[in-house]
């Protein structure tokens, strides 16, 4: 298999609260990456971004979905959830920054770099929250 013309696209739900399955979409577009011949680096931005946005849903929203769409020149991944929204999004993007509850961070989860990472590891990252209504996050990876 490898990067053609054609558009592929990938959609993965992600379930609400469920820590086991989380992560299981982003492993799933990295397989398919590396199957398609994306260069190893380029594999490891987009799985390290869709990760913590990936996660991001499971833990703040009551889940979502991710959309992906790899063409030749780049992966973006869109996450979609229904959760809260981010009421304070300069603070979201400070490293350490976490509304995770400590239920969750006795996980192993919300250390606060979830965005912080996201808006490293990529070429462009959007943030779309509504309060209330939910959050997208659109992750643009040049390849």
């Known amino acids: 298999m490898e990067l053609s013309e054609e558009i592929i696209r990938l959609h993965y ?7 086991s399955a989380a992560g299981e979409a982003s492993s799933a577009v990295k397989k398919t990456l590396s199957r398609l011949g994306v260069s190893p680096e380029t594999v490891k931005r987009v799985a390290i971004a869709m990760y913590e946005a990936e996660i991001n849903a499971v833990i703040h ?4 979905a991710a ?8 992966i973006k991944v869109v996450i979609s959830d229904r959760g809260p929204g981010i009421p304070n999004m300069e603070a979201a993007m400070q490293p350490g920054f976490s509304t995770a509850t400590e239920s ?8 606060g770099m979830g965005l912080p ?3 490293r590891y990529t070429d462009e990252m959007y943030v779309d929250t509504k309060i209330g209504v ?3 996050v659109t992750l643009i990876v040049k390849i």
């Open 134 to 136: 939910g959050t997208t």
């Open 104 to 111: 969750v961070r006795e996980l192993g989860f919300g250390a």
């Open 67 to 74: 959309d992906i769409e790899i063409t030749p020149q780049q």
């Open 13 to 19: 739900d992600i379930n609400d609260e469920d820590f």
């Open 117 to 119: 990472n996201m808006k």
């Open 61 to 64: 929203a009551d889940g979502g």
